[in-house]
């Protein structure tokens, strides 16, 4: 009857937020409108869009991580083969295989750190780029927000250290190889 009468498919009605379920109920009940959606509605099934985008992320994340660890062991290995050398002299001046080990795990959990913190920056920038647009669209359909990304200092650590972690992890063969070289065999290199 309502759309033959006004011709709307659709109607937007703004209420206060204590009056929104009982308009909701009042328009079900008694003006026959099957459907009526609530803002909060509209933010749960974003919710669950973004939940859902979420766990693509992290399995997203979970192959980059694997990737970068692959990138990361194989950077590692190339500098032990260029730095061979240099290693058999520290060894030969009386380094321990601990203190090579110390030394590439550092640089491959260095290397983890700033492949973590310059994707940090990426997300961050883009978030700050991405953030207007999106909180504009969202009010100019009824929302009032002021922020629709936030960035969680929490998280940000934690990724920080995963990075770390996924690089030393990465750098643990390469570290060992380095650890284990006969520093006569290392002097005679080229």
Same mark, same amino acid.
């Given at each position: &009857?309502? #759309? &033959?009468? @006004?011709?709307?498919? /659709?109607? #937007?009605?703004?209420?206060?937020?204590?009056?929104? &379920?009982?308009?909701?109920?009042?328009? &079900?009940?008694?003006?026959?409108?099957?459907? !009526?959606?609530? $803002?909060?509605?509209?933010?749960?099934?974003?919710?669950?869009?973004?939940?859902?985008?979420?766990?693509?992320?992290?399995?997203? *994340?979970?192959?980059?991580?694997?990737?970068?660890?692959?990138?990361? /062991?194989?950077? /590692?290995?190339?500098?032990?083969?260029?730095?061979?050398?240099?290693?058999?002299?520290?060894? $030969? /001046?009386?380094?321990?295989?601990?203190?090579?080990? @110390?030394?590439?795990?550092?640089?491959?959990?260095?290397? *983890?750190f700033f492949g973590g913190a310059m994707g940090l920056a990426i997300v961050y920038f883009g978030m700050i780029i991405a953030d207007p647009f999106i909180v504009d669209a969202l009010i100019d359909n009824g929302f009032t927000v002021?922020?629709?990304?936030?960035?969680?200092?929490?998280?940000?650590?934690?990724?920080?250290?995963?990075?770390?972690?996924? *690089? !030393?992890?990465?750098?643990?063969?390469?570290?060992?190889?380095?650890? #284990?070289?006969?520093? !006569?065999?290392?002097? #005679?290199?080229?």
């Amino acid at each position: &009857e309502f #759309r &033959e009468i @006004v011709g709307y498919d /659709m109607v #937007r009605i703004q209420a206060q937020d204590d009056k929104v &379920e009982e308009l909701k109920t009042f328009l &079900e009940d008694n003006c026959n409108f099957g459907g !009526v959606i609530t $803002a909060e509605d509209i933010l749960e099934f974003l919710d669950q869009i973004l939940g859902a985008f979420t766990l693509i992320l992290i399995v997203f *994340g979970v192959v980059s991580a694997i990737v970068a660890s692959i990138g990361i /062991m194989n950077t /590692m290995v190339m500098s032990i083969y260029e730095q061979t050398k240099e290693i058999g002299i520290i060894k $030969a /001046m009386g380094a321990s295989a601990g203190q090579i080990l @110390v030394v590439f795990l550092i640089q491959s959990g260095t290397i *983890g750190f700033f492949g973590g913190a310059m994707g940090l920056a990426i997300v961050y920038f883009g978030m700050i780029i991405a953030d207007p647009f999106i909180v504009d669209a969202l009010i100019d359909n009824g929302f009032t927000v002021e922020s629709f990304f936030s960035f969680d200092l929490v998280t940000t650590m934690y990724i920080v250290l995963a990075s770390i972690a996924v *690089g !030393v992890l990465a750098g643990l063969y390469p570290a060992f190889k380095a650890a #284990r070289l006969d520093p !006569v065999k290392a002097l #005679r290199s080229e």
